[in-house]
């Protein structure tokens, strides 16, 4: 490189150096407020897109719309009822004489198992009426004596469990029931069978229940066997509210029993119910 050449670039060198100094010089001279502070800059992150909503989101059901989706949950109950002029008819009581003061008690639950359900049920019949003096069939039919008024009440007691329909709450029920008394004669027992509805107290305000089951054998041992059927029928109502679990409810409800073996007459009770209840 010629002389000329090497002398041009040390010019340049000391032209830029001195440039590059009066702009220190002229940032350090600024008050220290005004100075250009350096910043690190941060990737951005990008703000993540709104997912799509379609038709399908999920929504509560009401539980007026369960039978649309799927059936019906599990349901508890118990109730209570005064039952009025019932008509009692046995060797005690031939002619039907009105009684008074009975009473009858249920509690039950059903609960779903996939598309059907099971339900558990207790039932208490207490039937009451006065025998008026005169005779009475003894057990086997061969005879009668006269035995003096008095107050009887006889007591019918049953276990039930079904597998059934969620909706409508329709069973198909095996039971195991009892007939107990106060006038010396010997319990009764047995196993049926039959069918029963019961109340839902899911998406209405009122609901029809009932039920009918039968005993082939109803008895006690081998010397006394009944065929014996129970039923039941009635109409409950209760508020959609579902912090008031109060129902009422109203039927006809009985039983009758025919002789197959040593009865000394055939039994019949029934009449009409009202009473009150609890849901839950």
């Not at 369960?66 to 059936?71: E, K, L, N, S």
């Not at 039932?123 to 061969?142: A, F, K, R, S």
């Not at 195991?176 to 006038?183: P, T």
Request: aromatic share 14%; with cysteine.
């Amino acid at each position: 490189m010629s002389k000329f050449h090497e002398c041009v670039a040390a010019t340049l060198s000391i032209g830029v150096l001195t440039t590059t100094i009066a702009q220190a010089q002229q940032i350090l001279t600024l008050p220290l407020g005004s100075q250009p502070v350096p910043t690190a800059t941060t990737p951005t992150t990008p703000t993540p897109m709104p997912e799509a909503t379609t038709a399908a989101t999920t929504r509560l059901i009401p539980r007026s719309q369960m039978a649309w989706h799927g059936g019906r949950g599990a349901e508890y109950f118990i109730s209570g009822d005064y039952l009025f002029d019932t008509q009692n008819v046995n060797e005690f009581n031939p002619s039907g004489i009105s009684g008074s003061g009975s009473f009858a008690g249920r509690v039950g639950a059903s609960y779903p198992v996939g598309k059907l359900a099971v339900m558990a049920e207790g039932t208490w019949d207490q039937y009451e009426y006065t025998h008026p003096t005169g005779p009475v069939t003894v057990i086997g039919g061969n005879g009668q004596a006269i035995v003096p008024s008095f107050f009887i009440h006889s007591n019918d007691w049953d276990a039930r469990l079904g597998v059934g329909l969620q909706h409508p709450r329709v069973f198909l029920v095996a039971s195991y029931a009892q007939r107990l008394n106060n006038y010396g004669y010997p319990n009764l027992q047995g196993y049926g069978f039959g069918i029963e509805k019961l109340p839902d107290f899911n998406d209405k305000t009122v609901s029809f229940f009932g039920s009918y089951l039968w005993y082939p054998q109803f008895g006690a041992g081998q010397y006394l066997q009944y065929g014996f059927y129970k039923y039941q029928a009635g109409i409950e109502a209760h508020s959609n509210n579902r912090y008031n679990p109060l129902f009422v409810e109203v039927g006809y409800m009985g039983d009758y029993g025919y002789g197959r073996l040593s009865v000394p007459a055939s039994i019949s009770d029934h009449g009409v119910f009202a009473g009150l209840g609890l849901h839950f």
